[in-house]
C-alpha cells in the first residue's frame, strides 16, 4: 500500500497530543507518539530531566537512523501515517529524511510554551523549547516544497474545523469531521510518558476552546521567551488563520 507520510514538528507543550489525537479518529490514518524520544534522550546533553528517561531508552528504538528509515519505509495498512514528533528531537540526526514525507509544523507562543513547561521540566533552553529548529526547519522545508502548512496552536483552537480542513486540503487528504472530537481517556497510540504529559489531553473529548491568559514570566525564563519571540513571530506570519 502507498502510505502518505505526515511528520508534524510541534514545540513542547503545544496543542499536539491534542492534534494526535484528532488524526487517530481517521479510519485511514495510523498515528506513532514522538518515535525519536529515546534517540534524543540518548544523545542529548540538556540538564532538563525527562520524566520516564529509563522506561523510554529500555523500551523504545535509541538509533534515530532506524527510526528514520521506519518512517520512510515502513509499511503501514492505513492510506495516511502521522508521526507526532518534537522539534528537539532532531539532533544528531540527517534531516533530509524529511524531505521524503510531508511535513507540518505546529508552534506555539513562547511564553505559554514556557510557562507550561517548566512545570514539568526545570531551567530549560531555547534548544528544549524548539523553536529555533523550527524556523531552521522552515527554511528547508519551504525551499524544498515540502511543508504542508504552519499550524498555530491559538489559531486551531479559535476554529478547529478551519483549520483542519484547510490542513487537509494542502495535505491532500479528505477532511473528516471525526477529527473534532474522541472519547475521554487514553488511547492504545501513547507513548508510555502519557502518565506525566497527557492529563489535560485525557479529561477532554475534543480541543479545549482557547482562553486568553496573563503569562507572567521572570528572570531568566523571560530572558528565554525574548530569545524565542522572533522565530515564533516569523513562522505565524504563514500560519493558518482562523
Known amino acids: 500500500m502507498s502510505t502518505k507520510r505526515i511528520n508534524v514538528w510541534s514545540s513542547p507543550r503545544n496543542v499536539s497530543t491534542a492534534f494526535m489525537y484528532s488524526f487517530a479518529q481517521r479510519n485511514d490514518t495510523t498515528v506513532l507518539d514522538e518515535p525519536l524520544y529515546a534517540h534524543y534522550l540518548s544523545k542529548t546533553d540538556t540538564k532538563a530531566v525527562h520524566p520516564q528517561t529509563k522506561a523510554i531508552l529500555e523500551t523504545m528504538e535509541n538509533d534515530g537512523q532506524k527510526v528514520v528509515e521506519e518512517i520512510i519505509f515502513g509499511e503501514y495498512d492505513t492510506d495516511v501515517a502521522l508521526f507526532k514528533q518534537m522539534t528537539h528531537h532532531l539532533i544528531q540526526i540527517d534531516l533530509d529524511f524529511i524531505l521524503e514525507t510531508e511535513n507540518v509544523l505546529l508552534i506555539r507562543d513562547p511564553r505559554r510554551i514556557i510557562a507550561s513547561y517548566t512545570k514539568v521540566i526545570d531551567n530549560p533552553t531555547i534548544a528544549d523549547i524548539g523553536i529555533k529548529m523550527q524556523y531552521d526547519l522552515f527554511q528547508k522545508l519551504k525551499k524544498a516544497n515540502k511543508l504542508a502548512a504552519v499550524i498555530d496552536a491559538?489559531?486551531?483552537?479559535?476554529?478547529?474545523?478551519?483549520?483542519?480542513?484547510?490542513?487537509?486540503?494542502?495535505?491532500?487528504?479528505?477532511?473528516?469531521?471525526?477529527?473534532?472530537?474522541?472519547?475521554?481517556?487514553?488511547?492504545?497510540?501513547?507513548?508510555?510518558w502519557a502518565a506525566d504529559w497527557y492529563a489535560n489531553v485525557h479529561q477532554s473529548t475534543g480541543f479545549i476552546p482557547y482562553v486568553e491568559k496573563t503569562v507572567n514570566l521572570t528572570g531568566f525564563l523571560a530572558e528565554l521567551a525574548e530569545e524565542c519571540q522572533f522565530y515564533y513571530d516569523y513562522l505565524l506570519e504563514y500560519a493558518i488563520k482562523h
Open 154 to 192: 491559538k489559531e486551531l483552537l479559535l476554529n478547529p474545523m478551519k483549520v483542519l480542513a484547510e490542513l487537509c486540503h494542502n495535505l491532500a487528504i479528505p477532511f473528516d469531521s471525526n477529527m473534532l472530537q474522541w472519547k475521554a481517556g487514553p488511547i492504545k497510540e501513547d507513548g508510555i
